[in-house]
């Protein structure tokens, strides 16, 4: 099978704002860089199939530094060699094995759509509100649908007025967060400009569409598997929306698979960093939504600190001068995640026979029953977790419910993601530059 | 301070422990289980989960045939998450020598009522259909079964846990079970549990608690795929596997997979020592994949979803090791059981169970006594 090889400097895993960024910088600080992501093009979630002149500025950056880019590449497997010093990354690439040998490495996998269970979440209709929106940018027909946008985060408006944009009809964005919160939250936004900026441009769009907040979804109805309606709840009171379509999410949770797998420390939910990006591995660093949510500009410039910090003194002194304005990104985020701060009446929203492993069919019941329970008794006697989503999905709902540490539900061991036998096995082999020889006798 | 004094505590809530739990409350036995992390959490977890007869040597034959029939008799009461399916086991012959070994299994099962078919050629090409083409025949042992042995360590200890059995969650600091009227196991917690005999069912991990004890840990890796209902359709091992796993020192590699009833493909064996660490060695299963492609072509092209590996408990001569701890008399191990703890942890029960009670055994439990393997330091404590 084809097997290639790759070495460089800096290696940076993930193709998003901050990814590109770190490149970007560490090549143009000397250091051969390449920049490696899952899909075929650049982007991330946030730049994902729309024509924008900021990625587009950041790509052709990227491009003109000489930053190797590795596209439709899926890193299953990362480790430190025995010397600590090289890192070595092994992606499946659509022609095979791809391995990636590095002084360093910069992780920016970003993060993915909490997803919480609740009765009937899995008809036919419920998806994740990022989610959804990725279905209608990838051509998917939304115009005159009933749609409501429910759980929690600065998404939920966002991903409300895309779908409005797009024809949708959108009945309701229900928002968990209580409005004493958001309140609070908003007068932070006055002392950042840009961002408020970016949320009060939202609202012509939003003309006409409730937004409730200290409001969620209690159960959903739906006929022959597919979604009919949602009854949502505000305090006391409940009542019930006749809806195609119900996009949820419960805030972000950072993809930890690749910093926990290279043992990086994980502290209060996200990978810890020094002031350079720097994890508690020597030589691995962590920029973006990986060390905490906080939106683009947040991602970019931490994806630059590391960029420069991972290429030497030279380029710690440029990053240096960038720390000023994380500072202030900083305290936005801290400000964001407060607001969003889930409540614990989710907690109670899956009934005994809610299904909360949707690979494996694990309902709540079978968890409840296990004592004492843990992440790893949980998978071993529900199996949820083990499906091919390898816990992505109900890991971080899970580590919610129960209150197990989100670092304790990610599946940090190759494979990281389902990978083709032959790729797997191609790993092991001694010499990765030489061809097979056909017809060897064991 | 010492709680209510039990007949015996187990220590160790894998397969073995939990079978041994059920067993010995069923016999009215007052019980305690000490289990440091989740129900079966060791190589009942790593381990595939065959119910296989082995005929190694008349001992090993006579003990996993006689747990097998117990698992069958089991069987209807297992609950659905155990996942017992009776798929028989297809060892495979890979040239006229090992067709010559089908015979001679085919003849020793035989005389000792196992029920087998020598599949030709053409047959075996029908019964699994992913084989590679021109294999000469496979010998079908009809009874072998498959489960899933985390649920089924966990359906045991539940039932003896009704039976009146006690567990307690924590880790072991000490075992003292010297020549006291009352042996006890202190735990790390500060907890200590009185017991009239201690056994050690720790799997790999005994000789941690009984120093001495001729327990090696041997290495295993196992990777599963996605879901490929009908892909295989037996437990499918080649006769090589014999060759391979007789094999005490050299590293080793066979091909042994198995179906699941989830449709997924579950894919083994390797078998390892001096490799202490449970990350996955990359030489090692390179080699096993390749052998797996060898025997069956297609696996090449599935996906794998996890990979995971595991140690097996084994001994000089690869027989368990049941019964008392020589020099420490109220100490009883139950342990050693190398590759083969899922299958033999019912007949472990009972030969257990009638040594502490003096219980007429169903088959001779001498061959697996631990005095006939000389513990290099025994009686400490």
Redesign the interface.
Known sequence: ?HKQSLACDVLVIGGGPAGIAAACCAAESAQRAILLDDNPALGGQIWRGKANSQATRWIDRARQAGVQIVGGAQVFAVSAREDRRTVLAQTETPEGLCTVQCERAILATGARERFLPFPGWTLRGVTGAGGLQALVKGGWPIAGKRVVVAGSGPLLPAVAAFLKTHGADVQLVAEQAPWSRLVNFGMGLALRPAVAMQALSLFPQLVGVPYHAGCHVTATHGARGALTAVTVRQGERTWQVDCDYLACGFNLVPNLELPVLLGCAVQDGFAAVNEWQESSQPGVYCAGELTGIGGLERSLIEGQIAGYAAAGEKGRQRARALFAQRRDLYTYAARLNHAFALGDALKTLASADTIVCRC?DARRAQLDEIA?G?W??AK??TRCG???C?GRVCGPSLSFLYGWPIEATV?A???LF?????T???????EPNQHETTGEK? | MAESVYDVAIIGAGIVGAACADEAAAAGLRVAVIER?????GAT?AGMGHIVCMDDSEAQFALTHYSRTLWTQLAPQLPA?VEYTACGTLWVAADDEEMAEVLRKAAYYSARDVQTTVLDAGQLAQAEPNLRTGLPGALLVHDDAVIYP??AA?FLLERAQARGATLC?GEVAAIDAGATLVASVALTNGRTIAAATVVNATGAWAPELTPGLQVRRRKGHL?I??RYPGFVRHQLVELGYLKSAHRVSADSVAFNIQPRT?GQVL?GSSRQFGDEGTG????????M??????YMPG??????????TGFRAATPDKLALIGPCPGRERLYLATGHEGLGITTSLGTAKLLVDQLTGRKPAIPFEPYLPGRVTAKEAAHG
Do not use: K, Y
Not at chain 1, 418 to 422: A, F, G
């Open positions: 099978m494996e004492p843990s790893r008794a071993l006697h083990m499906g091919a390898q599946s061991r190759p494979p389902p990978v083709r036998l032959e797997l096995a191609a790993t092991g082999q001694q064991r | 992390g989740p129900i079966g959490g977890a998450d985390p649920c966990r969650i990777v795929t996605d989830t894919i996955v060695n990359e030489a090692i299963l390179n080699r994949l390749a052998r797996a492609s060898e696996l090449a092209g599935l996906s794998a979803l996890r990979i995971w």
